[in-house]
């Protein structure tokens, strides 16, 4: 394992162990997208709506203008639930609270007018003791709300039996309650909360807590206890944890176990509205009375009393996300208990969730460093898939709720970490390659082969290239007299200045062997006027020797100079990758790199440090060029004509280049013609003096020329009229 994969480890690591942490603490966000989850699933597959006998009697807008705006008298509730029971309803819920005295009974409007005599309110009738006395003996129940003043707590009018621990500790806790009519509550045939969702912030109502608790007594919802009076059932039987009180997992209710949440919630699974549900309250108090449809609607059915007209204020958000009555959630978990399709979470989901986080992070954390980001991609995925594949078959098959998306965030959140911070190690390898090519190839190219999807071609292509070798005179004499580290010192400070002038004009730098340079141009990616660009590095080198020489850069004293030769060929030549598969080099082999390396080395006998073959000189005309004979080349049939580089165009269009040309043309002429005359020497004598105005290193080539007489007897055919050309 690589030192940046430990520390990929280790970050991953970290990051898994701090989302596990997040988990376990279940902040709101994770809540909310949890709530969320659930609610698609819901819409996706909603319960199915089934006739069940529950009905909510709905004191909605037509009833209100019918009647008279709320609320009404209470002697019109009595009525009501006179006519309800006359029907057969099995329980008469109301999702109304009855806490103040009815403002409209006879006996307390005949008080508020003035004048009259006190005694009189005695004879008249009360409404609240109409009301009273209609739901005596009746299965009525009545709801009470929560308060946040006073200590009141309703009776209760329903036993509870235990088994396991006790869970009286697990509901949502009751401080104080809205306090009813003394004589409505003492004749209620039970009473419950109408709370949805006390505590919670959310406007969807999601989960209804079937009790609460002041921390020794528990309060059933009003729900459940319809469904008690419904049944004539006396008691409730509560099952907690078997080894931890505070806990709840189901309530038995007459002949029905309801699973619950640990805080004694049933998970609410809807159907979309539907009317069915519905009957207006104006159609149970009809003058004439109910009609045979609504009385069958009623027998036998448990009713909940409420209210649908929006200036009620009685509308909840269900997870289907419709806007409904809050007394139509009463009757829907009713609805949802007798027909036994419960939604439940479990209480070892969460230790689920927080596991899956922690297993499933360090599972990424070990693919995203140790594999390719693709197959680490492909993992990510299919880890996504199954959990929601899982998550989604547990609610469709088992009605278990539990949360792909907090494993299914944190994974990510895992990955895109874990793979960011292997980019950045890439990134920043890319970068020392980059650097390291840097000395090889010019900025250029570099950008040329990033964005270039073809530029590099590897694996041996033939391609023209142009070739140099460059090569130190007297080598083996400067290393004789210094010590090995000043040879290195040497050899770094000349080898460095000159392999820059390479990487300027798009060369490409192949090796460094000793003393030599090995450098091409064309590859890996073309390079256009290659062949100028090649002798341009050439002059450069050159001059920037000259420059290292006077300014005593090796620090060898006056007088001591370093000497180059440089050899040029344009040939073809097979580039790419040499080597074995473990380790390879990106060069060039071929004719045309043998062809440069002889040039080179024919730079100590023609006494001229620049030399290129014909075929490189026919791609550079312009520049000042004079012939430097036919040379016979090792491994060569015939012999190749060679050139010295005098100078760039700026010398070639010079006058002191155009007479040195002139005596030049003159003696090479001289030497064609095998002459050894007077003039030929006079001519090789003023030769030297032109080309001392032209540059200083022609002394040496002109010495040596006469020696040479052979090179230039046999001229190819065709390289008069090339160089003329």
Request: charged fraction near 20%.
């Amino acid at each position: 394992m690589t030192r940046a994969q430990q520390i990929g480890v280790v970050l991953g690591l970290a990051i898994v162990t701090a989302l596990t942490i997040l988990r376990a603490s279940d902040p709101g966000i994770f809540k909310l997208i949890r709530g969320v989850t659930f609610d698609e699933y819901q819409r996706l597959v909603p319960r199915t709506f089934e006739p069940m006998p529950v009905r909510v009697i709905d004191i909605d807008e037509t009833s209100l203008h019918e009647f008279g705006q709320w609320p009404w008298p209470r002697d019109r509730m009595a009525l009501l639930v006179d006519r309800l029971s006359e029907m057969g309803a099995s329980a008469i819920a109301f999702d109304i609270l009855f806490a103040e005295p009815d403002r409209l009974s006879p006996r307390n409007v005949i008080r508020e007018v003035a004048g009259v005599d006190p005694s009189l309110a005695a004879k008249l009738p009360d409404n609240d003791e109409i009301f009273a006395r209609a739901i005596a003996e009746k299965p009525v129940v009545l709801g009470f709300g929560l308060s946040n003043e006073g200590n009141y707590r309703p009776p209760v009018k329903a036993g509870f039996a235990f088994t396991g621990e006790s869970p009286v500790s697990a509901p949502p806790y009751l401080g104080a309650s809205t306090p009813l009519r003394p004589q409505l509550e003492a004749n209620a045939a039970g009473l419950g909360h109408i709370s949805l969702n006390p505590g919670n912030p959310s406007p969807v109502v999601r989960a209804v807590p079937l009790f609460l608790t002041d921390g020794e007594q528990l309060y059933p919802n009003l729900a459940i206890e319809a469904l008690r009076v419904a049944q004539g059932a006396s008691t409730y039987v509560l099952s907690g944890a078997p080894d931890r009180a505070g806990i709840m997992t189901s309530v038995k209710i007459g002949d029905f176990v309801v699973p619950l949440t640990a805080a004694g919630e049933l998970w609410l699974y809807v159907t979309p509205d539907r009317a069915e549900r519905y009957i207006s309250a104006r159609q149970v108090l009809a003058a004439e009375g109910a009609s045979p449809d609504v009385a069958a609607a009623v027998a036998g059915s448990i009713v909940f009393v409420g209210t649908s007209a929006a200036g009620l204020q009685d509308i909840r958000v269900t997870a289907l996300g419709e806007n409904v009555p809050g007394v139509s959630l009463h009757a829907q978990a009713v609805e949802q208990i007798l027909s036994g399709r419960f939604l439940s979470r479990p209480d070892w989901a969460d230790g689920l969730e927080i596991l899956m986080i922690a297993v499933l992070g360090c599972l990424l954390v070990g693919v995203t460093t140790f594999v390719s980001p693709a197959v680490a991609l492909a993992c990510g995925l299919l880890i996504t898939a199954m959990a929601l594949v899982a998550s989604w078959l547990s609610f469709l098959y088992a009605g278990l709720l539990l949360d792909p998306l907090a494993p299914i965030i944190s994974g990510s959140i895992t990955h895109f970490a874990s793979t960011s911070f292997r980019i950045l190690v890439i990134d920043r390898e890319r970068r020392e390659v980059r650097r390291a090519f840097g000395h090889y190839l010019s900025p250029s190219l570099l950008h040329r082969i990033e964005h270039s999807r073809d530029a590099l071609r590897l694996g041996g292509d033939d391609r023209e290239l142009t070739v140099m070798f460059v090569d130190v005179r007297s080598f083996t004499e400067i290393s004789e007299r210094l010590a090995p580290t000043a040879v290195v010192a040497f050899l770094n400070t000349l080898l460095d200045a000159l392999s820059r002038h390479v990487v300027a004009n798009e060369g490409t730098l192949d090796k460094f062997i000793g003393d030599s340079i090995m450098a091409f141009w064309n590859a890996p990616v073309d390079v256009a006027d290659h062949e100028i660009k090649a002798v341009r590095a050439a002059l450069a080198m050159r001059e920037t020797l000259a420059e290292l020489n006077a300014g005593d850069a090796f620090g060898f004293g006056p007088g001591q100079q370093v000497g180059i030769g440089i050899g040029i060929h344009t040939g073809l030549a097979c580039v790419g990758n040499m080597g074995a598969k473990t380790r390879f080099n990106y060069s060039a082999v071929g004719d045309a790199v043998n062809v440069a390396a002889r040039l080179e080395s024919c730079c100590k006998e023609v006494g001229f440090d620049i030399l290129i073959s014909d075929s490189t000189a026919r791609s550079v005309q312009g520049m000042a060029l004079i012939e430097a004979g036919a040379i016979p080349l090792k491994g060569k049939s015939s012999r190749t004509q060679i050139l010295a580089v005098v100078g760039d165009e700026r010398v070639a269009a010079s006058a002191e280049f155009a007479a040195l040309t002139v005596v030049h043309e003159q003696l090479t002429q001289a030497l064609h013609s095998h002459s050894h005359s007077k003039n030929t020497r006079k001519l090789i004598g003023t030769a030297k003096l032109r080309a001392a105005q032209v540059i200083g290193g022609l002394a040496e080539f002109y010495q040596r020329i006469s020696g040479r007489s052979d090179h230039f007897r046999e001229v190819p055919d065709g390289f008069e009229k090339s160089v003329a050309d």
